[in-house]
């Protein structure tokens, strides 16, 4: 017979919490990664926020779950229309082996940006 307990089947971590800025090259056409986060256990992450105030060009943001020791797979991707917003939110989700955010726009910028973001 299979009874029912109140022990919980596996627990799940919350992610810990960070904040940072990455500098995104706004002239580059290729995708840059801002931020990896390693797993090794399940965990999860309230949101990602990124601080967009300085990007001058439209950009696709990119959330990759790692599936094992070294591969990545595309989980989100959101394209985000440069001066509609100051901000950029990725909700809440679980994850077991970590993820990667990334950006990537078309080039033609001027330079580089300071891009503020925060774990949460």
């Known amino acids: 017979m299979i009874g029912l307990t109140n022990a919980p089947a596996f627990s799940i971590e919350e992610a ?6 990455v500098s995104f090259d706004e002239t580059a056409a290729g995708e ?3 931020f990896t986060v390693a797993r090794s256990r399940r965990a999860r992450v ?9 990007i001058t060009q439209n950009t696709t943001f990119r959330l990759y ?3 094992d020791g070294t591969n990545y ?3 989100v991707e959101t ?3 440069a001066a509609s917003a100051d901000g950029f939110r990725f909700d809440e989700f679980t994850t077991y082996r970590g993820f ?3 950006g990537q726009c ?9 891009v503020p973001y925060a774990i949460v």
């Open 100 to 102: 990667r955010v990334t």
């Open 73 to 75: 797979r595309l989980v």
């Open 79 to 81: 394209a985000f229309v």
């Open 46 to 54: 309230g949101s990602i926020y990124l601080d967009t105030s300085n």
């Open 32 to 34: 840059a990664t801002f």
């Open 65 to 67: 779950e790692r599936i």
């Open 106 to 114: 078309g080039g033609g910028g001027g330079g580089s940006v300071d």
């Open 16 to 21: 810990a919490e960070a904040t940072g800025t």
